[in-house]
């Protein structure tokens, strides 16, 4: 498995909200696919989802489910850690 990781050895995440974390996460694996020379249409249906799907995820317009996170970082060969997991209610306080 490929890290994907920024250039920077720097956790750069640590700091950010976590819809920001997301924005890095998805520029991330768009660099992944294009450093492999793939476009978004080659790698769509091995995620399982549409060219367009994958367009909006890397526009930043959308986010992906957690499963079609998890599998377009696979199918690109990159390694997903999750750094914490804040408990939140079902009211959307944290617990």
């Known amino acids: 498995m ?3 990781e920024p250039a920077s050895t720097q ?3 640590d700091a950010m909200s ?3 974390q997301r924005l890095v996460a998805m520029m991330m694996l768009r660099r992944a696919r294009e450093q492999r020379r793939q476009t978004t249409g080659d790698i769509a249906p091995l995620i399982g989802v549409s060219r367009q799907a994958v ?3 890397e526009a ?3 986010s992906p489910t957690f499963d079609n996170l998890l599998r ?3 199918v690109l060969g990159c390694e997903v850690r999750i750094a914490s997991v804040t408990p939140v209610s079902l009211d959307g306080r944290r617990t």
Do not use: K, M
């Open 55 to 57: 367009d909006s995820w």
């Open 72 to 74: 377009w970082a696979y």
């Open 18 to 20: 976590p819809g920001r």
């Open 2 to 4: 490929t890290r994907c």
């Open 11 to 13: 956790n750069v995440t």
């Open 60 to 62: 930043g317009l959308c």
